[in-house]
C-alpha cells in the first residue's frame, strides 16, 4: 500500500536559518504529492503541491520538488521566521485511487528567535 | 467562501458515554472526511462520505460512525467512549486538496 516517512522532529532551528524537512514515499499508482501545515490550535491547510515528476511547488517562501527517481518531496526554505514554527505533513494521493490522501506522521518544527 | 467549520470546539465527556460531533464543509464540497489525530498515533483516516454514502472506511471500531446530510453537513458519534478516544478529531472537504476545519478537541475522563 501506500505510505508516506518522514523525518522525526522537533526540528530546532534558529531564526534565519535553512530549513530542510525529508519526505519519502511509497506508492502502487503515480502520486501528487503534497505539503500541508498546522499551526497551533488550527487544522491543516495545504501549503504546496506537485502533480507530476520534476515539478515543483511552492508557497510562501517554502519549496518542494518531485523526485520520482529518489522517490522523494524534501521541503525546504532559505531564511525561516518564528512564524514558521508549525508541524509540516507531507502527503501524497494516488489517482484512480481511493480519494483519500495518505499522511506521513508530521514533523515539527521551532524556530527560536 | 467560509471555510470548514466544526463544532463544538472542544468537549469534555466521561468514559461510557456517547459523543456527536459536527462539520460543515465549503459550500459546493461535496466530499467530507473524519480523522483522529492523537501524539502517539499521527494522523489517522476515519471515514469519507460523499453525496451521503460513505465511500471509504478506516480501521476503526464500529464504536465510531457517520453520516452525511442532503446540504453535505456531516455528523461523527462515538458511543461508549473510552479514554484513549481522547484526541483532536478534524474534518476536511474537498477533492485532492483537503481543507481542514479547525477540529473538535475530545477529552474523555
Known amino acids: 500500500g501506500d505510505s508516506v516517512t518522514q523525518m522525526e522532529g522537533p526540528v530546532t532551528l534558529s531564526e534565519e536559518a535553512f530549513l530542510t524537512i525529508n519526505c519519502t514515499y511509497t506508492a502502487t499508482g503515480y502520486p501528487s504529492l503534497f505539503w500541508y501545515v498546522q499551526y497551533p490550535g488550527e487544522g491543516l491547510q495545504l501549503l504546496l503541491k506537485?502533480?507530476?515528476?520534476?515539478d515543483k511547488g511552492s508557497n510562501k517562501g517554502f519549496e518542494a520538488t518531485y523526485r520520482k527517481e529518489t522517490t522523494s518531496f524534501h521541503l525546504e526554505k532559505g531564511s525561516v521566521q518564528v512564524s514558521d514554527s508549525a508541524v509540516y505533513f507531507c502527503?501524497?494521493?494516488?489517482?484512480?485511487?481511493?480519494?483519500?490522501?495518505?499522511f506521513g506522521r508530521g514533523t515539527s518544527l521551532i524556530v527560536h528567535p | 467562501k467560509a471555510g470548514v467549520t466544526q463544532t463544538p470546539r472542544y468537549l469534555i465527556k466521561t468514559r461510557g458515554q456517547q459523543v456527536t460531533l459536527s462539520c460543515s464543509p465549503i459550500s459546493g464540497h461535496r466530499s467530507v472526511s473524519w480523522y483522529q489525530q492523537t501524539p502517539g498515533q499521527g494522523l489517522q483516516f476515519l471515514f469519507e462520505y460523499f453525496s451521503e454514502t460513505q465511500r471509504n472506511k478506516g480501521n476503526f471500531p464500529g464504536r465510531f460512525s457517520g453520516r452525511q446530510f442532503s446540504n453535505s453537513r456531516s455528523e461523527m458519534n462515538v458511543s461508549t467512549l473510552e479514554l484513549g478516544d481522547s484526541a483532536l478529531y478534524l474534518c476536511?472537504?474537498?477533492?485532492?486538496?483537503?481543507?481542514f476545519g479547525p477540529g473538535t478537541r475530545l477529552t474523555v475522563l
Open positions: 506537485a502533480t507530476k515528476a520534476d
Open positions: 502527503a501524497l494521493l494516488t489517482t484512480g485511487g481511493s480519494y483519500i490522501p495518505t
Open positions: 476536511a472537504s474537498g477533492g485532492d486538496e483537503q481543507f
